[in-house]
């Protein structure tokens, strides 16, 4: 890693896309790696560009200083989000740091495998989407209703099984 300036900061940043994820392995990853201020996003999708302590942490760098992440996923899932930090970043003097995935913008090297992950991030959540969707349209086609009950469903469908009930018919297709 090479740097502008004798003593750059590390300026950490870790991120939970929802607020039932715990982030105690990032945190534990980046104290271990060594950082001069933490800041940290729960329950914020990386889909998200503005998350506040994520501009925080932006607004926080200096020149030669490092953002320093867990793992590039941690930073955002879009292609374009990535890029526009990163470049944010070098014409500021900054650099940025993935520790799981060993990235240092600083080399040339390093830039490559940025761009290269920072694709293969954004290819993923691609990917989960259209399983997500795939997933919606095959439980509609089987029947499966989505979303919020309707407002008194269940009064309806109790009227319905007590309907069926009387008439027999509940035990007809139960035999």
């Known amino acids: 890693m090479t740097t502008d300036t004798p003593n750059p900061r590390r300026i950490a940043y870790a991120r939970v896309s929802t607020v039932d994820q715990v982030m105690d392995g990032q945190l534990n990853a980046l104290k271990a790696a060594g950082y001069d201020l933490i800041f940290s996003d729960h329950g914020i999708s990386g889909a998200k560009r503005s998350r506040p302590a994520l501009?925080?942490?932006?607004?926080?760098?200096?020149?030669?200083?490092?953002?320093?992440?867990?793992?590039?996923?941690?930073?955002g899932r879009s292609l374009r989000d990535l890029i526009d930090i990163v470049e944010?970043?070098?014409?500021r003097g900054c650099h940025f740091e993935s520790l799981s995935d060993r990235i240092d913008t600083s080399s040339a090297s390093g830039r490559l495998i940025f761009h290269l992950l920072a694709a293969l991030a954004e290819f993923e959540r691609q990917l989960a989407s259209e399983r997500t969707k795939l997933?919606?349209?095959?439980?509609?086609?089987?029947?499966?209703?989505?979303?919020?009950?309707?407002?008194?469903?269940?009064?309806?469908?109790?009227?319905?099984?007590i309907r069926r009930h009387a008439s027999g018919k509940s035990m007809i297709r139960r035999i």
């Open 55 to 75: 501009d925080q942490a932006l607004a926080t760098l200096r020149a030669g200083d490092i953002l320093l992440v867990w793992r590039l996923d941690r930073l």
């Open 88 to 91: 944010g970043l070098e014409k």
């Open 135 to 161: 997933g919606l349209e095959a439980a509609r086609r089987r029947g499966v209703r989505l979303g919020r009950p309707p407002a008194g469903g269940w009064q309806r469908d109790q009227k319905r099984r």
